[in-house]
Structure formats: C-alpha cells, structure tokens
C-alpha cells in the first residue's frame, strides 16, 4: 500500500479548502481532516486526523498571526505525536517578514525568531514572495521562496493584448520581469524623479505606455498610495487598460475600494482571503 | 564595574511593574525599559533598552496567551542580538499548562510546543505552580516549579487563628501541606462522597472544622464552582471564616464575584492581574 502525502489546513487556509479538496488526488495527495477551536480561555485547540509519513501543513500567517503561528506548532506537535517522518510547513503569507534587520538598537530579528520557532517541527519550509528573502538562512534546514508569476501571468494572459508589466520601483523589478517572461511581454519599472523642490513624480523608465494594456505588479499592497499614483499616471500619458496585481493583499481599511476605483482590475492572490483574492496558489503547493 | 542582573518586563508583567521599581535594587538588580505595542497589521513590535550579560524576562501568558508567548520570544531574541549571555525566563502563569497528554488520538501536547520553543531563546526557565510539574522536562535545560505556599501563608497569617488549611481535593493536597507548614497549622483534603444514587457530596477528610478558621487552597480557579461548594458546606459544619486562595485566578465570567459572595474573603496571587490579585509574587521573582 502507497501512503499519500496528507495535506493538512490550519485555519490560515481554510479558505482554499475546497480547491484542495477538488485538486488534491490528481497530484496524489489526500486531504486529511482536522479540528480546530478556541477553548473558552483563549488557548488553542487542534486535532489532526489520519496517518501517514509525510505531511504538507498550510498555514499563512495573516491576523490573528501569533494565533495562526501558534496553530502552525501545534499541528506540527501533533503530527510528530502520531509518527509522521517528515513536515513541510507551507506558509504562504509570513508574519513578520518586514520586520527582517534591526533597524534601532533593542530590536529583535523578528522573523528569524519565526522561522528559528518552525524549525523546531518542520524540516522544509515555503512561503511565497518572501519580504526578504535573504532571512530565508534563519530557517537551518530546506527554505524555499516560491514565486506566484506563473499564477499571476495566467490569470491576466487574456487581458494583456499589447500589454506591458511595470514594476512599481526599481527593487519590484524581478517580480515584473519574471511575470512579463511567462507571457511574452516587455517590462519596466516607475522610478521617482523630482520636478521641483517640493515634488517628486513616478515616471516609467524606458518605456512607451501610449496605448498599451498595463499591468503593475508589486508583493504586498497596503494602502494602496503607490498603485493609485501609478495608475493616474498611466492614464494620464494614454495607456490602455491598467490592472494591478500583487502576491500578498494586506489591505489598509478602505484600500481594496480606493485601488479598484482607480484601476480596470485589482487582483491579488489567495495568500490572504480578500475579496480581490481571484488568483489561487493553490496548485503551486499541491506540486511541492 | 558590576554588571546587574536586568530585569525585563513583558506586556504580561507590567501589573507587577511598579512593585519590581521600588524593589529591584533590594535584590542587587536593574529594571531595563522596553518599548512594546502592536503595529497596524497586528504584529508584535519589541525593543529592549539597556546593556548586561544576564537578564530575567517576566512575561505571565495568560489571555492574549498567543501574543505573550510570541512577545517573550521577540525579547529573547531582542536581548541575545544585544549580546546577553544568560536568559532566564520567568512564566508566572503559563498558558496551555492543562494540555499536556494525548487525551484523545490526534492531539498535540501543547505544552511541550511551549517549552521546546521558549528553550530556544532561554537558559533557565521558572514558572509558579505548574498544572503538571512533570511536564517541565519538556523543557531541555534548568526548569524549576516555584511554590507560590510561601506568600500565600504570608497574605493570610494574621487571619487564620485557630486555623486550618484545607485543599478541596487529594491531588491538592500537597499544596495545602506547603502552606500549612509555613503558618505551623494542622491540613487535610475534601473528598466526594457518594451520598445517594444520584448524589456526591464532599467532605472534609479526618478533621473537625467546627469553630475553625479555613483557608481553601488550589491551583487555578476558574468558574470556581467547587470552592462555594465547599465553603457552603463548611459554614453548615459549624467553621468560622472561611476563606480561598489559589495560585492563578483564571476567572470564568462572573466567577469572582460569585466566589466572593460564598467567602470571607478571596484572594490569588498576581500570575494574572484580577481584582482580587492581591498577593504578590515579585519577591519570590526578585530572589531568582
């Protein structure tokens, strides 16, 4: 008898269950129940059903994050407690990737005190479009940083016709590049330039917008300042349609509508559950 | 020059910061400030001012027990990328202290996450009348149970003249044998008795309470149903006052004032700030 690598969801990932449900056989998987609950004090509670050697857990780490980092340690307790050799913590969206350097003295590394923690019970590590990824090496044993381009690239393919891929600055620019290299399309990056004492202005470097369908890739959206300056601009010198996509929605309050009415499309994907996550990863974590 | 062992406070500890302020020096140590708040998206920001080899980080992880625990983590790391050598973490109350077997098939021990990663950033570990002592070993280094019998014996002195201490059941036996031994009083336990079919009632074990002031002692009050149980029935035997202690007032809704009502007077210590938190534990942390 084969034993199936078992997927198992946190709830950071219940909202691709389905998708994992549908999908998971055809890349011989098997989707293993849990059950998840608060305890009337605050604690967690977790149970992992099923058996197996090897197990994928998928678990992003949006808010409540110590709460979903917390959930990440504890199925991992479990699944060791029932035998499983081997873990592969699927992280989608990492908390505390920002907080990567010490910026003023008496400040921690915060994410290498994460993934220092997950290393205790898993012995591979994915996260998609790390902040750093760099901070990848504080993860002692297999950490990978997967890229979301290939699911980026196809969920705008029919939109693109004369299209472009620009990159909000000049360090976005591999993303954007490495979406444009799946779809066959030029890419550029904004860069910003002072016209007067006073003000500076994004412009895109080296390219003609005239016409052109846009499509502004970036990792995380906040609150969204830069993508509507960006997307005004583009207007404004001609460009055709201007969509914005990016891998990681951590939206401000008021930030999904503010982008969405100055752009053709927003979309983001699953990593965090919004109602733009139209783009889902999760086939990307179904092959690993 | 002396360096002083530096004492940090986490955002758990901070009810117990005035006491540590006017005591430290007493006990040749130094509070450190740190700056703590929460940022937009949820996450945890630490920063810990102040030089030394060794410190004692304080942080109880009672309720946001989650965002303590990750709080003590980030200071571990704050203070070794500081250079500290020697951490001793000081867990007054520790969250997830009852999950600490497989009860059912499937489950973490998620006390043993706990401690396996606080191990990471810390030498020695101390918390105060641990659920399960046994349950230390899951932390691989120094990792001692503190009785809090001491302060517990010094709050009710004055009030228990001819006075008996009683532990509402065996397993607490031990505890009310600490406290009676610190005040030279006689101790015993409650045990159910069936009395009908239908019907257990408890009783106090081989002692005569009639005209006696009792003092109840457990671990962990919570809804605190069994403390008016017992005080009820020890009013109708005839005791004088009665009152309860316990080590961590993890208060269901309304049980404080419930308990009050049913006693002469309730008190726990300071693991966990309540309104009735009035015996202190910051010398017994000052000696470590």
Do not use: C, W
């Not at 939109?159 to 990159?167: D, P, S, T, V």
């Not at 906040?222 to 300056?229: D, L, N, Q, V």
């Not at 939206?251 to 990593?271: W, Y």
Request: aromatic share 8%; proline share 4%; charged share 30%.
């Amino acid at each position: 008898m084969v034993m199936l690598m078992k997927v198992v969801l946190g709830s950071g990932a219940q909202h691709m269950r389905d998708e994992f449900l549908a999908k998971a056989a055809g890349y011989d998987k098997e989707l293993v129940e849990t059950e998840i609950k608060t305890f009337p004090d605050g604690e967690k509670y977790v149970r992992v059903l099923g058996e197996g050697d090897e197990a994928i857990v998928v678990q992003s780490t949006f808010r409540p994050q110590d709460e979903h980092l917390m959930e990440l340690l504890l199925l991992g307790d479990a699944l060791r407690e029932k035998g499983f050799k081997h873990l592969k913590a699927v992280v989608p969206y990492l908390a505390y990737s920002r907080q990567d350097r010490v910026t003023k003295e008496g400040e921690p590394i915060s994410v290498r005190a994460v993934l220092r923690t997950l290393s205790l019970y898993y012995d591979e590590f994915y996260v998609f479009d790390l902040h750093n990824p760099e901070t990848l090496k504080f993860f002692p044993k297999k950490a990978v940083n997967l890229s979301p381009a290939k699911a980026i690239a196809r969920y705008f393919k029919e939109k693109l016709e004369n299209g472009i891929i620009l990159a909000p600055d000049r360090g976005a620019l591999e993303r954007a590049r490495a979406v444009a290299g799946e779809l066959g399309l030029e890419f550029s990056h904004f860069e910003k330039k002072r016209i007067s004492p006073t003000e500076v202005q994004m412009q895109p470097v080296d390219v003609d917008v005239k016409g052109k369908n846009v499509l502004i890739v970036d990792d995380i959206i906040s609150t969204g300042g830069t993508m509507i300056r960006a997307a005004n601009l583009l207007k404004e010198m001609g460009a055709g349609k201007v969509f914005v996509a990016a891998t990681h929605g951590v939206f401000a309050k008021g930030a999904i509508e503010r982008v969405s009415k100055a752009v053709d499309e927003l979309a983001v994907t699953n990593t965090i559950p919004t109602e733009v996550s139209k783009i889902s990863l999760v086939e990307e974590i179904l092959k690993l």
